[in-house]
């Protein structure tokens, strides 16, 4: 269980990394005029986190079912997102909520936007391949059961 937890956490503090990288270039690498930059690299901030949420997603999908690693994103992506919405601003000098309760909102749907394409992405991309704990699963039912010979029944 303490394993769990702490790949969980270690996600959280990587998502909320890429988080805290991201608002400390904005803030100290371009003019606060600029909105356009902060604006890419808002973007590319968030194609990163999903794709990390995609990768986290394939490789634990080979080995868990989808409702035990399910869980686990659900949760590092929660504590992550707290953890951007509410103290990364304040790493770099702003307030939460400086921007009014839209631009708030805004990122918390922004977020969870790209951490569910991510995991959507990397799930559907697994399943596809035929990867995934499910089929993995099937696959080896199904060639027990063809290896078995047929027992004779004596009547």
Do not use: C
Not at 29 to 37: L, N, P, S
Not at 105 to 133: K, M, N
């Amino acid at each position: 269980m303490n394993k769990r937890w702490q790949a969980i956490g270690v996600l959280a503090v990587a998502l909320f990394a890429v988080n805290v990288v991201a608002r400390l270039v904005i803030r100290f690498g371009f003019d606060a005029d600029d909105t356009a930059a902060a604006d890419r690299l808002s973007l590319a901030m968030f194609l990163v986190i999903g794709l990390i949420l995609a990768v986290v997603a394939f490789v634990w999908g080979r080995r868990r079912p989808a409702a035990a690693w399910g869980a686990d994103v659900a949760a590092a992506v929660g504590i992550a997102l707290l953890l951007t919405v509410l103290v990364a601003p304040l790493l770099v000098g702003n307030n939460p909520f400086a921007g009014g309760a839209g631009t708030f909102f805004a990122q918390i749907w922004l977020y969870l936007a790209a951490t569910g394409a991510g995991v959507l992405l990397g799930y559907l991309l697994l399943t596809a391949l035929g990867l995934d704990h499910r089929s993995q699963t099937l696959k080896r039912y199904a060639e027990l059961k063809t290896a078995k010979p047929r027992k004779p029944v004596r009547r």
